[in-house]
């Protein structure tokens, strides 16, 4: 079992940084990969990014590669998500997502077994 929970989100103006944090639970936090997604009002949720057990392999979706960061902490228990360049379409609630399937099987749409409540980052234009 493992526990998620999300902060860092906020209210920013577009073209600003955030960075979202995940604590998870657990003494068994390495050997999940992990992941970031989205929901945007009025739509499904999408994968934003990935990252493998030991944070050497990441997967981005094509709306936010170059301008978004995962990585994560091991030690700490955490994974992050560093946004640049945010424009209002990245307004959405941001989840933190935990499983056992490889980083390149979640970007395929593989479920996920754990999942945060989630964060809302607003982006003002």
């Known amino acids: 079992q493992v526990q998620l929970v999300e902060s860092g989100g906020g209210l920013v103006q577009a073209g600003g940084s955030l960075r979202l944090s995940c604590a998870a639970s657990?003494?068994?936090?390495?050997?999940?990969?992990m992941g970031w997604f989205r929901q945007a009002p009025g739509k499904e949720r999408e994968f934003v990014a990935a990252?493998?057990?030991?944070?050497?392999?990441?997967y981005y979706s094509d709306s936010v590669k170059g301008r978004f960061t995962i990585s994560r902490d091991n030690a700490g228990n955490r994974i992050y998500l560093q946004m640049n360049t945010l424009n209002p379409e990245d307004t959405a609630v941001y989840y933190c997502?935990?499983?056992?399937?490889?980083?390149?099987?979640?970007?395929?749409?593989?479920?996920?077994?754990?999942w945060g409540k989630g964060t809302l980052v607003t982006v003002s234009s």
């Open positions: 657990g003494r068994t936090f390495s050997t999940y990969t």
């Open positions: 997502a935990a499983t056992t399937a490889t980083a390149a099987m979640v970007k395929s749409g593989y479920g996920m077994d754990y």
């Open positions: 990252i493998n057990r030991s944070g050497g392999v990441t």
